[in-house]
T-cell receptor, first 114, second 113 residues
């Protein structure tokens, strides 16, 4: 298994500002992913954070809005840029485990934009 | 796109009752995953299924991978209050690894003591 720490756990932000969310894993992992969970909804994949190259974004998500960094095999950041109330969601980091079974998730960052 | 249809949306049951929920798709999946999410936490993997027809248990939880590879169910026997949470089914996105997942909308389970 992998222990995943996300910071901050929650934040309330003003519209028009940006927030950077950090994801730290206790072991080196090949792949890291960022998901969004809107209020009362399921999880939607935003992007795959690739170490040493640009992130791969899913349909409906763009780099200008959600820039991602992956400086090494244990750390990644997701920035939510120029926030609006519609960005209020839980943002979750997930990683591939060494055993190759499913994915492990961090506890999430609960973002409220006012 | 690949959509997972999960039912029921919510369940209210008495402690000790058995629970059954299912997940269907119009697309074939090669892997089915069942997660539980508690308030303020990320999803936790409960059961992973890799083969059509596979029946797997994890304590009081049992899940099956449908023969058509388009459905799966999760059963919880003798429910207890700590079973409360949202249960999600998930499967790999088309062309992705087992870790790039698409999720169902979830089943909210409430257990009355």
């Amino acid at each position: 298994s992998a222990v995943i720490s996300q910071k901050p756990s929650r934040d309330i932000c003003q519209r028009g500002t940006s927030l950077t969310i950090q994801c730290q894993v206790d072991s080196q992992v090949t792949m890291m992913f960022w998901y969004r969970q809107q209020p009362g909804q399921s999880l939607t994949l935003i992007a795959t954070a690739n170490q040493g190259s640009e992130a791969t974004y899913e349909s409906g998500f763009v780099i200008d809005k959600f820039p991602i960094s992956r400086p090494n095999l244990t750390f990644s950041t997701l920035t939510v840029s120029n926030m609006s109330p519609e960005d209020s969601s839980i943002y979750l980091c997930s990683v591939d485990p060494a055993g190759g079974i499913g994915a492990f998730f961090g506890q999430g960052t609960r973002l409220t934009v006012v | 796109g690949q959509q997972l249809n999960q039912s029921p949306q919510s369940m209210f049951i008495q402690e000790g009752e058995d629970v059954s929920m299912n997940c269907t798709s119009s697309s074939i999946f090669n892997t089915w995953l069942w997660y539980k999410q508690e308030p303020g936490e990320g999803p936790v993997l409960l059961i992973a299924l890799y083969k059509a027809g596979e029946l797997t248990s994890n304590g009081r939880l049992t899940a099956q991978f449908g023969i058509t590879r388009k459905d799966s169910f999760l059963n919880i026997s003798a429910s207890i209050p700590s079973d409360v949470g949202i249960y999600f089914c998930a499967g790999p996105l088309s062309g992705g690894s087992n870790y790039k997942l698409t999720f169902g909308k979830g089943t909210l389970l409430t257990v009355n003591p």
